[in-house]
């Protein structure tokens, strides 16, 4: 019980850093908020990715470049240009790379409007701090585990930020539905998405990818909405646009 709890915290709390740091807020600016829950929020996504943490300013980039080039040879993570996910996020591992130490030229104009903690991001990205969190997740399930099969979650455990990115740029750009034509190949992959907190309603989010509720039908549930929602209205961040009623079905 204690394991199963432990890699559902670590799933769905990781995703949130995720969705609403790093991708709503340092790639997207859909909403402001004060230089110190900015440090908050900066060491709540380092804490809770643990060994997967990706730089704010890395991820930011590397987004912005999938939204500009979206399902192109220039996209750092379409799965239409890769044989399988695995290969997909050995790409998009080397592309993260080379933006967050400087070799990307696509990158560069893109610079710009995102968090920065360099002694966190330096200290975050080192194998030291990755093999710190691995050894944490294995003496914890050393400590908690019942069953030997239990062990087979580690691996999740040590890249965990990279499953969720295979998860949503495969499934979310190869099945589904659109309700918009973007002129690319995305995808709104659940009709509720509980699995990836809103990220795989990606056709609404390139149609849309400033609307800070990934959900534009009445019934397409985003569950990191009700969160910012909630953060707005209690003045710890301001969304910066309204957003419009749902579409109708």
């Keep these: ?110 610079e710009g409007e995102y968090p920065e903690w360099a002694a966190l991001e330096t200290f975050g990205n080192q194998w030291y701090s990755r093999v710190g969190w691995g050894a944490f997740y294995i003496l914890f399930y050393a400590q908690f585990a019942t069953a030997w099969w239990q062990y087979l979650l580690l691996p999740i455990h040590f890249s965990m930020g990279a499953v969720h990115g295979a998860i949503v740029n495969w499934g979310g750009h190869k099945y589904g539905y659109q309700n918009f034509d973007n002129h690319d190949k995305s995808r709104n992959t659940l009709f509720f998405d509980f699995l990836t907190a809103g990220e795989l309603f990606q056709n609404n989010h390139h149609k849309l990818p400033l609307r800070v509720n990934f959900g534009v039908k009445w019934w397409e549930l985003d569950p990191t909405y009700p969160v910012i929602w909630t953060l707005d209205k209690a003045r710890i961040i301001r969304i910066k646009r309204p957003v419009a009623t749902p579409l109708a079905a």
């Design 1 to 110: 019980m204690a394991i199963l709890a432990f890699f559902l915290a670590h799933w769905y709390l990781s995703l949130f850093t995720q969705s609403f740091f790093q991708h709503r807020y340092a790639a997207h600016k859909m909403f402001t908020m004060s230089y110190a829950w900015e440090r908050v929020f900066f060491m709540l996504t380092y804490l809770l990715q643990g060994s997967s943490f990706m730089s704010p300013r890395g991820y930011a980039l590397l987004h912005r470049m999938h939204h500009a080039y979206s399902d192109t040879e220039r996209d750092p993570h379409s799965p239409h240009f890769s044989s399988n996910a695995f290969t997909m996020m050995w790409k998009t591992r080397g592309a993260y790379q080379d933006v967050l130490y400087g070799r990307s030229k696509d990158a560069t104009r893109f």
